[in-house]
């Protein structure tokens, strides 16, 4: 156990890069980073919205199955959620094989599995099937999407990667939220289909393995402005949990949303182009985001996830034409905002990427969570306002579990303790 000085340990960090970077200037240029290349970058960023696909839609996926399959309001929430639990086991499997074999076979495995559980979703359709088939969907899924999250990761600047998946996902999302409810059930499927075959077709763009140690050490060198942190093991651990958190409130709210406005008697005509135009204001996010850097990743996070508590519960009351709309533009524009810092903090805390690259796993078991929750809620005839109170109650967890990150990090002691 070494004790040293915390403010040391950070300008001998810095000096010690600036020394590599001296020596290293007068050798020969040394060779790109892979994972920094347009191509890495593009087909992880694709296979990375293909992939939360599920999530981005599951408002309009909820009604579809509802108006289509004939499920109650509380099977559509268990249906979809499994999709989202296996987006979370599929993402926990990409992220214990990705340093050990082939990324592109792993991916092709993920998308071989999604692939053939849509299709054999078009031929059965009742429930019982349908709960299993969706939670093979979401593995395959989540072995892809780990592997993109984990590629990103793997950039040399992967919060400005995150930030542009964030951009892409506010494109995609309203894309995917304008298409599918004017497809048939068989035609949504088809269209997760052939989008994860879209995957394949590029495959050859994603790097195979990860970088060796002459490569990441060359990648350090080029870091030389990244703070290094210098914290314990378990604070990833608690950011991820507060994720799951978050994500718990998102997919309470983001699966019944629609439902419940058509419950409190709002019109199909307005709900819908809401979420297919509230799923713009994610660029809002991604500018807030930027915007806000100056102020530190702690407060802005404290001020969004109370806001986006607010957001949610106020829907307790009631939902009107007004107070949906600006629940959901905000909501939406949080989400991302609030992703961006998450997102942003982990990479901070943990730059080898092996925590970092369990994202869509947590963000994939609080939408199962969330769902699951609510349908209980639903379920006991507590109605949708009780749904809207504890969802939004989540996003508060996640708040309260990052002040106490805040405060550790700020009234720890002059010294810093490292294990070594």
């Avoid at 403010?7 to 001296?22: F, G, L, V």
């Avoid at 077709?201 to 994603?206: E, I, K, N, R, T």
């Avoid at 533009?329 to 901070?348: E, G, K, P």
């Amino acid at each position: 156990m070494v004790v040293v000085d915390q403010a040391d340990i950070c300008t001998q960090h810095k000096k010690h890069k600036r020394k590599i970077m001296s020596d290293t200037n007068t050798d020969t240029p040394a060779t790109p980073i892979i994972f920094d290349g347009w191509r890495s970058i593009s087909i992880a960023l694709f296979m990375a919205l293909v992939g939360y696909t599920v999530m981005v839609s599951v408002p309009v996926l909820s009604t579809a199955a509802v108006e289509m399959l004939g499920f109650t309001e509380e099977q559509v929430g268990r249906v979809w959620g499994q999709d989202l639990l296996g987006l979370s086991i599929g993402a926990i499997i990409a992220a214990l094989l990705v340093a050990r074999v082939n990324r592109r076979h792993l991916v092709m495995a993920g998308i071989v599995l999604s692939i053939g559980a849509n299709a054999l979703c078009m031929y059965y359709v009742d429930y019982e099937s349908m709960w299993w088939l969706r939670i093979a969907a979401g593995i395959g899924s989540g072995i892809f999407t780990g592997v993109s999250v984990a590629t990103l990761g793997g950039t040399t600047r992967p919060v400005r990667a995150f930030n542009l998946l964030l951009l892409g996902f506010s494109f995609s999302a309203a894309l995917e939220l304008h298409i599918l409810p004017q497809l048939s059930m068989n035609q949504i499927y088809l269209f997760f289909i052939a989008t994860t075959a879209v995957c394949g077709l590029f495959l050859h763009w994603l790097p195979a393995r990860p970088l060796n140690k002459e490569q990441l050490l060359q990648q350090e060198q080029i870091e030389v402005d990244v703070e290094n942190w210098h914290v314990p093991r378990f604070l990833p651990v608690i950011c991820l949990t507060a994720v799951c958190f978050t994500y718990i409130n998102i997919g309470g709210y983001f699966t019944y949303i629609e439902l419940a406005a058509l419950a409190d008697g709002i019109a199909q005509e307005w709900v819908g182009p809401l979420l297919t135009w509230s799923s713009f204001f994610a660029l809002v996010g991604c500018v807030l985001a930027l915007l806000c850097q100056r102020f530190g990743l702690f407060k802005p996070l404290f001020a969004a996830l109370f806001t986006m508590a607010v957001l949610v519960m106020m829907l307790s009351g009631g939902i009107t034409n007004f107070n949906i709309a600006v629940s959901l533009f905000t909501f939406l524009a949080l989400w991302t905002f609030v992703d961006v810092y998450q997102s942003s903090m982990m990479a901070h805390m943990d730059r080898s990427g092996s925590m970092v690259a369990l994202l869509p796993s947590v963000q994939g078991f609080g939408q199962f969570v969330g769902p699951n929750i609510a349908a209980s809620i639903l379920g006991a005839g507590m109605g949708y306002g009780t749904m809207f109170l504890v969802s939004g109650s989540m996003a508060l967890v996640a708040m309260f579990l990052y002040i106490g990150i805040f405060v550790y990090m700020h009234k720890r002691p002059a010294v810093l303790t490292e294990a070594t």
